[in-house]
């Protein structure tokens, strides 16, 4: 069973509770996320099953979307809902104006210092088993890139903001950071992720709706092909003889090229990988190849 899944992930459930939700579903051992979701998180979260598992990493690459209410005037030590209050400011003299004004800071390439709660790791365990015993680090703060931040409401003392952004980008930091530059703390309330790569909240697929189409034999309904993630990429029909040179990994002459990756096919319309341009040699060499 290859492919991958866009799930609706719920309200309370981990990413990695969803994903053993699938093994036991579809009985397929190989099956990975692409993007981790928090707990109290909701939204789409993309499911890879069998040799899809291999395109996980170019899903986690691609742009995401998100819907987020930040409540101002309280930061947590998660940064978020789940957490303990650890501060409390007064947001009373807030103005729309401040918020959206406040929030040009974070467009484009911004600084970010993820949170304690978060599975970055530090001397290689991961920061959250550290705050969960008390013990706070010094974290190194990375860069991230949001593509687009907008407020698109405002009940006081809760903005809720839509965010385009790369990987790697911490939402709760983004709460957090703006009640610090507000003056008055602020975390994050509610965070839905809308898209992630091709993959839209308005596609996906709950919980019980895939249970029943399990249960009643509609499940590949829902399944997307592997190279579904990969068409923003060129495409290569190769001969059979190429075919061959594919799966047997042995490159391709090319000459030159302006891309980096390109998907091949047989002739029949078979998937057969994923091909990357070494410019050095001139070939295109198979990165991933699909049987």
């Given at each position: 069973?290859d492919?991958i899944?866009?799930?609706?992930?719920p309200?309370?459930e981990?990413s990695f509770?969803?994903v053993?939700?699938?093994k036991?579903?579809t009985g397929e051992?190989?099956?990975?996320?692409?993007?981790?979701?928090?707990?109290a998180?909701?939204?789409v979260?993309p499911?890879?099953l069998?040799?899809?598992t291999?395109?996980i990493?170019f899903l986690?690459?691609?742009?995401?979307a998100y819907?987020?209410e930040i409540?101002?005037?309280?930061t947590?030590?998660?940064?978020?809902?789940?957490?303990?209050?650890?501060?409390?400011?007064?947001?009373?003299?807030i103005?729309?104006?401040?918020?959206e004004s406040?929030?040009?800071?974070?467009?484009g390439?911004?600084q970010?210092?993820?949170?304690?709660?978060?599975?970055?790791k530090y001397?290689?365990?991961p920061?959250?088993?550290?705050?969960?015993?008390?013990?706070?680090v010094?974290?190194r703060s990375r860069?991230a890139?949001?593509?687009r931040?907008?407020l698109v409401?405002?009940?006081?003392?809760?903005a809720t903001?839509?965010?385009?952004?790369?990987?790697?980008?911490?939402?709760r930091s983004l709460?957090?950071?703006?009640g610090q530059?507000?003056?008055c703390g602020?975390?994050?309330?509610n965070l839905?992720?809308?898209?992630?790569?091709?993959?839209?909240?308005?596609?996906?697929v709950s919980?019980?709706?895939?249970e029943?189409?399990?249960r009643y034999g509609?499940?590949?309904?829902?399944?997307y092909?592997i190279?579904?993630v990969?068409?923003h990429?060129?495409?290569m029909?190769?001969?059979d003889?190429a075919?061959q040179?594919?799966?047997?990994?042995r490159?391709?002459?090319?000459?030159s090229?302006s891309e980096d990756?390109?998907r091949?096919?047989?002739?029949?319309g078979r998937?057969l990988g994923?091909?990357?341009f070494?410019s050095?040699?001139?070939?295109?060499?198979?990165e991933k190849v699909?049987?």
């Amino acid at each position: 069973m290859d492919g991958i899944l866009n799930i609706n992930k719920p309200w309370g459930e981990t990413s990695f509770s969803i994903v053993a939700m699938v093994k036991r579903l579809t009985g397929e051992r190989r099956v990975g996320h692409a993007g981790t979701l928090d707990p109290a998180a909701t939204g789409v979260l993309p499911v890879c099953l069998g040799q899809g598992t291999r395109v996980i990493e170019f899903l986690v690459d691609a742009t995401k979307a998100y819907r987020a209410e930040i409540e101002l005037g309280m930061t947590t030590d998660t940064y978020d809902a789940s957490g303990r209050i650890i501060e409390r400011g007064d947001p009373s003299g807030i103005s729309q104006d401040q918020v959206e004004s406040a929030l040009t800071s974070f467009c484009g390439l911004i600084q970010q210092t993820p949170p304690m709660y978060s599975a970055v790791k530090y001397q290689g365990k991961p920061l959250y088993q550290l705050a969960r015993a008390g013990i706070t680090v010094e974290r190194r703060s990375r860069l991230a890139k949001v593509h687009r931040l907008e407020l698109v409401d405002w009940q006081p003392p809760v903005a809720t903001i839509e965010v385009v952004c790369g990987k790697g980008t911490y939402i709760r930091s983004l709460a957090y950071d703006l009640g610090q530059a507000l003056g008055c703390g602020a975390y994050l309330k509610n965070l839905i992720r809308l898209r992630c790569g091709l993959f839209d909240i308005r596609d996906a697929v709950s919980v019980s709706q895939l249970e029943d189409a399990f249960r009643y034999g509609y499940w590949q309904y829902f399944i997307y092909p592997i190279d579904s993630v990969l068409l923003h990429w060129a495409a290569m029909v190769v001969s059979d003889d190429a075919g061959q040179s594919i799966r047997n990994g042995r490159p391709l002459p090319a000459g030159s090229s302006s891309e980096d990756h390109c998907r091949a096919y047989a002739l029949d319309g078979r998937f057969l990988g994923v091909l990357r341009f070494n410019s050095e040699k001139g070939q295109w060499q198979p990165e991933k190849v699909f049987l």
